[in-house]
């Protein structure tokens, strides 16, 4: 039988549509209000509350039984949602994994200087970007840090109406002769980054560095900071827009982190869906995706496997690390990562075989990599084909795709990680249209489709 894939617009009833629609409104409130991996964090975990989820420290203190709806919040930028199964963990779980860390600029440690009647501040780009995207948008800063008296202090500037925002210049073109020459690559240089955030003196009376001086005074006054916090704090610079409607149709949403905010929403809201599992459903929703899976916040962490070995302890008092890797090795994974959608500007870096395209639904990757699916997890043809008969049986629109022509490029997700302790591991997530740029686009359609994907792999 030919294979010939349908957009989910052709394919849904009126009911359906709306449902498609009224997801993607929340959605698009989720991402803006977790505009950092902390916000997302904080995000998640509120959700999770409101449907009764315990944490973690509370369920050890009561007891493990099936049907408990647990979440685990470490060190504020990473988040474990579980709902204990009627199985023992050693049987293995149903795990959707997602990062909520996403590329931007992040400020160096000691940002801030005065330079021809500006203050700037120091950036160092965090995840892979075109860095000439970042030149002349409107950009929001969001901070947290503990000030050298103890107070811990949250900073979002840039995304209410009422907020100034912030700017990286470029060359105007009449004298961009030499830039123009460059490669599109190196047209803009990571050290010229710099963040335009005043410019007046007014009211300082000291001759050295007084805008500069400014900011600090402002900083103070609004935050209670002093310059020597910025040694200590985190500060993440990202667009200043709103998740908005694209198209006269308002058929997709352009927004800042889709990648890989529209997978982790889908398992956020597909584990708030499910009752009473059989296997114990875990969603994890993990930092520092974007730059290698480095750091105690990330799926290399031992946060996860510390947090099942303390449930397992609480079933079986005989623990041992035995029952710990028999419950990963037995474990099911839906590896939450977005991939490419075909682009019609640039339909060349794509082979058309084996492409994804917006509309047509959740996108299943056997492999990702690159080159010779170098560095990839290469999924088994026993998962793939029971993952596929769960689509069949809940109806959902899938498709499948490579990230880019063979020679092309490529990219990686958490599915290696997951996969070296034995588990069963596939990439399944949403395709995206100018990925990792800062501000992505993605289909409304595919988007819902994601969630029913996730949640019909937890049933």
Known sequence: MEIKNKSIWKQVEQKEYDAIMEYNENYKKFLDSARTERLATKEIIQQAKEKGYQSF????????????????????????????????LSKGTHIIGAHID???????????????EMALFKSHYYGGIKKYQW??????????????????????????????????????????KDQGQKKLATGIEGEQLNIVVGHSSYGIDEDENPIKKNILSYLNKHYGMVE???????????????ARDVGFDRAMIAAVGHDDRVCSYAALKAILEVENPKHTAIALFVDKEEIGSVGNTSMNGMFFENMLAELIHR?????????????????????????????????????????????????????TGSGGKYSCNDANAEFLAEVRNVFAENNIIW??????????????????????????VVDA????????????????????MTKEAYRAFYR
């Open 135 to 176: 030149t002349t948008i409107p950009l929001a800063l969001y901070g947290y840090v503990i000030t050298k008296n103890g107070e811990e202090v949250e900073i979002a500037i840039g995304d209410k109406e009422e907020d100034p925002v912030f700017y990286i210049t470029d060359l105007l073109a009449h004298l961009s």
């Open 102 to 116: 996403i590329p931007r600029l992040d400020l160096k440690p000691n940002p801030l200087y005065e330079d021809g």
């Open 399 to 424: 498709q499948t795709g490579e990230l880019g022509k063979v020679d092309q490029g490529g990219g990686g997700t958490i599915a290696y990680i997951l996969a070296k302790y034995g588990a069963e």
């Open 315 to 367: 079933q079986d008092k005989n623990y041992s690390d035995l029952l710990l890797r028999r419950c990963l090795a037995n474990s099911k994974v839906l590896s939450a990562d977005v991939t490419v959608a075909h682009d019609p500007t640039y339909p060349d870096v794509l082979e058309k075989y084996n492409r994804c395209m917006a509309g047509h639904g959740i996108a299943i990757a056997k492999y």
């Open 429 to 448: 997530g949403t395709p995206v249209l100018s990925m990792h740029a800062p501000v992505e686009l993605v289909s409304k359609a595919d988007s819902y």
């Open 228 to 242: 020597e916090d910025f040694l200590v704090g985190e500060f993440q610079v990202v667009a200043a827009t709103k």
């Open 57 to 88: 420290e509370e369920a050890l203190e009561r007891g493990i039984n099936a049907g408990d709806k647990i979440y685990y919040n470490y060190r504020n930028k990473s988040a474990v949602l579980m709902i204990i199964g009627e199985e023992e």
